[in-house]
Nanobody, 121 residues
């Protein structure tokens, strides 16, 4: 069974930094696209940043220049480095991954359990 386990959330002051990690465990063939999303109460979950297996990245406008998404394919782990954090970045952050089960089989979409990021003085 495939699982995505996130870590690295917490409380940070405005202007500070955090790094989130998301590790995939279980039996699978490969991870294709991965992404980080965030959600605040009463609002829809929104894409923060994404990265493909080839390393192409995309970012939501509010985080461009402050957040960096990266991945370590050998460790099946994706990271989100968040710098210059603002109170409006406060949310639950979720990892998402499209995972192939075999070389010729299909793929499935998975979500992590979420990690709280709070930016406050």
């Amino acid at each position: 069974q495939v699982q995505l386990v996130e870590s690295g959330g917490g409380l940070v002051q405005p202007g500070g930094s955090l790094r989130l990690s998301c590790a995939a465990s279980g039996s699978f063939f490969s991870i294709t696209a991965t992404g980080w999303y965030r959600q605040v109460p009463g609002k829809q979950r929104e894409l923060v940043a994404g990265i493909t297996s080839g390393g192409s990245t995309n970012y939501a406008d509010p985080v461009k220049g402050r957040f960096t998404v990266s991945r370590d394919n050998a460790k099946n782990t994706v990271y989100l480095q968040m710098n210059s954090l603002k109170p409006e970045d406060t949310a639950v952050y979720y990892c998402n991954a499209e995972i192939r089960h075999s070389a010729v089989g299909g793929s499935s979409n998975y979500w992590g359990q979420g990690t709280q990021v709070t930016v406050s003085s």
